[in-house]
């Protein structure tokens, strides 16, 4: 929906960090401020879906205006809120990583933690760089960046990261048998990489990997992901998500990581 951005420009300094840290603890309410695409603000949607939280997805009415009332002018900002007290946390990393802690998605120890945040920035890695090196690059070099990314960042992380997949039994996850924030982040990683006007080149070394063919295909079953899925909502980002990245020097504001 539309929505009106508060302004957040300025972190929270005179509630004490004890109140604020309850507002995290036991939230009764989320919005979630991204543009209406998927791309960097698909996983925090899919964190809030998996946790079962009340939670509402609103787009900025003028993103050149409205980027100054957030805490670093990028999106996703994550509006946490309980009672009269709010809580506003910006940065993709820092709105993933506190969402997957707070539904149980970053493992059972500090060991299981670090490697779930391992793969998961390994998979952020990859989407930082596709995006820098052929999304935003110019035309005339695009096709060439393409070319470069495929033989090397992509096949890289496709031939690593399908070892680890399969060193974990090929069960769709990669730590023991159980979802994890890194399991959402690769899966909506392969999923941006579906929606891009090159995708079938892309999916057809992706294809050759079964083990991340199974993480997608897990992912997208688990079935509030998949009741997500079917809603109208997420069918209208999907197509624009799409039409978008047909040509994304067309927007005035355009996802950033």
Not at 126 to 139: D, G, H, P, R, S
Request: proline share 5%.
């Amino acid at each position: 929906m539309v929505y009106s951005t508060p302004d957040a420009a300025h972190i929270d300094r005179t509630t004490p960090s004890s109140e604020l840290s309850q507002v995290m603890a036991h939230p009764e309410s989320f919005r979630l401020l991204y543009f209406p695409v998927e791309a960097q603000g698909q996983t925090s949607r899919d964190l809030l879906t998996y946790g079962g939280a009340n939670w509402e997805g609103v787009y900025p009415q003028n993103w050149l205006e409205e980027k100054g009332k957030t805490p670093f002018g990028f999106v996703p900002v994550l509006y946490i809120n309980k009672g009269d007290k709010q809580v506003v946390i910006s940065e993709t990393h820092a709105v993933e990583n506190y969402l997957a802690k707070h539904f149980g998605l970053m493992g059972d120890n500090e060991y299981e933690e670090t490697l779930i945040r391992a793969f998961h920035c390994s998979s952020t890695t990859l989407f930082i760089n596709f995006q820098t090196a052929v999304v935003w690059n110019m035309a005339e070099v695009r096709e060439k960046a393409l070319e470069n990314f495929k033989a090397n960042k992509l096949a890289h992380w496709v031939k690593t990261h399908e070892r680890h997949l399969m060193d974990n039994g090929n069960n769709g996850h990669y730590l023991g048998n159980k979802m994890s924030l890194a399991d959402i982040r690769t899966a909506n990683l392969i999923k941006h990489l579906s929606f891009q006007p090159w995708a079938t080149e892309l999916m057809d070394i992706i294809s050759q990997a079964p083990a991340l063919l199974k993480l997608m295909d897990t992912v997208e079953n688990d079935p509030k992901m998949r009741q997500w899925k079917n809603s109208d909502e997420a069918k209208k980002l999907a197509t624009s998500t799409k039409a978008f990245f047909v040509n994304p020097f067309a927007a005035s504001g355009r996802p950033t990581a």
